[in-house]
């Protein structure tokens, strides 16, 4: 669920607004276009009575103004809801759609995906339906979205794409002196500040889970789909707890990857993630350490540690790369590597090169950098609104306490999460998930070692959904690494949302299932070549890679 203190410039292949028909501009009114393939649907009257509510006008379906969305064939809408539920007749914003639609007459209804985040574009991934095992994804119509604020939605929350805690010229995460200290909370709440002074400053009283969990049903009602089947990655694992909790008679299949525990969002949940990040970061030094014929590094993974913060504060003193690259910088890149196998070799190969040469220009190309702050904006206007935040003295007080035995992540964490300390909306009291209405099957995949969503959030979430059964990746560090090509899950994925059938639960506090988890690539591999291990009829390394920047909006 975290990202570095870099904000994504790079979601451009999910920023797809709809064109009108005939037309190559962006639209800022739902957009009219062509009629939709033959699909089941619904007139508005069986709309309504479909579920309780707000109603929304039909949606208008057109041309897709992202060149991969029109090649998959997809189409792009805007749906029209309330800013705020309570006051369904009052002002109105538009959120973004596409769409997909079923080839195979075994048709299963609608599947919506959300990648994660809170803030992540997810309007590419209407096309994830060809990804998934057995030709079962071309049974659904699957719907990609923009949750509000975010993206090609409007209106789109930016409060300051100059943020100086992102980008270059950072002083130290780690508050070692008192002017280190002052600066970062200075910054992180004036970019609380900037948010209260946006452009789309109304919206964020409004940018709760339940707030997107109420849009995902608008959407399920106007489509007219009974249930709605669902794919959550990360941070969406917990909207789509909020989603049954709230319309438990509307679960149709979920797949919850990467399992957020509800009970510690959201506080707590970045305190456990400062652990298990300085636990996995261990594990791919020691991993390094094994393939010292590659990297030649040593072969003691405690001595890779020690070496890496002796060139972190060495960093601290004289930035490489030209002055850009500092120890937040190399933090930052390496957090990848803590949260994902997949670019281990790319990552290795670039921190060999600085080591050694003192040449940081590699690594200094994995990190994004400034950009948009989209992405981060809308994960504040979620995070420091669906739940209280403790004020700085605890905070301050928790991180040197974790930061003493596991200060890998702790205080870069700390700062990513600080404009909540000081938010120009209020904070409310968190939502209960409850699973005890929820009768249909749910699936969650986590692997043993995610640091994102650590694993016991997983078992915490499989006792509140009595009706969950639990894949477990064995061993793994992978946060959200289903349709990676590890057939033991992939194929259980694919048979699931074929018959809505899973195997009996077993008893106890456990994973029901035990896959090999995600393989990390061979050392001598880079993963632009390819996962070791990894099938190619999987997601292709660009829509991986999207997913894997949309989940680290969140760190």
Known sequence: MKRPLTILASLAVGAAVMVPAASSTASPTPARGPAPAAAPTASTASTAAA????????????????????????????????????????????????????????????????????????????????????????????????????????????????????????????????????????????????????????????????????????????????????????????????????????????????????????????????IQFDRNINVYFRWLAKNDAVYHLGTNGDAIRKGYYKLRRKLDRHPAAGGKLGPDELDDVMLSAAYYVYGWADIGAAYTKLVKTGDGADILAMYAGPGDDNGFAVYNGVQCTDAKWP????????????????????????????????????????????GKRVHAKILMVAETRDAATVFSGALATRKLFPSSFLIEGVGGTTHAGSLSGVACTDDTIATYLDTGKLPARKSGNRSDKKCPPVPPPAASMRARGGFAGVSSDRLPADLRALLEQVQMIGR
């Open 391 to 434: 004020g700085w003295q605890k905070t301050k007080a928790d991180s040197w306490r974790v930061y003493r035995q596991h200060p890998f992540l702790t205080w870069g964490n700390t700062w990513y999460n600080a404009p909540c300390l000081t938010w120009p909306a209020p904070s409310h009291r968190a939502f209960k998930a409850s």
């Open 51 to 274: 579920g309780g509510g707000y109603t929304a006008p039909p949606l208008q379906w057109g041309a897709c103004a992202s060149q991969r969305l029109q090649d998959e064939g997809a189409q792009c809408a805007m749906l029209e809801v309330p800013l705020d539920y309570a006051k369904p007749h009052g002002r109105k914003i538009h959120i973004a759609v596409s769409r997909v639609l079923h080839t195979d007459p075994d048709y299963k209804g609608m599947m919506v995906v959300n990648p994660g985040g809170p803030g992540g574009s997810g309007l590419i991934y209407s096309i994830f339906g060809q990804f998934v095992p057995n030709g079962v994804g071309a049974k659904f119509d699957w719907y990609g979205f923009d949750p509000r604020g975010v993206g090609s939605s409007e209106p789109a929350l930016s409060c300051n794409p100059d943020y100086k805690g992102a980008g270059f010229n950072r002083p130290n995460y780690v508050p070692t002196k008192p002017w280190i200290m002052k600066w970062w909370r200075k910054v992180t709440r004036g970019y609380a500040r900037d948010c209260g002074k946006s452009a789309a400053r109304r919206i964020l009283p409004h940018m709760r889970t339940v707030d997107v969990a109420q849009d995902l049903n608008t959407l399920r009602r106007t489509v007219g789909q009974k249930k709605l089947n669902y794919y959550g990655f990360s941070y969406g694992t917990y909207l789509g707890q909020v989603y049954a909790t709230k319309y438990p008679k509307h679960v149709g299949r979920f797949v919850w990857d990467g399992v957020l525990n509800a009970k510690n969002a959201f506080y707590k949940a970045n305190v456990e993630q400062n």
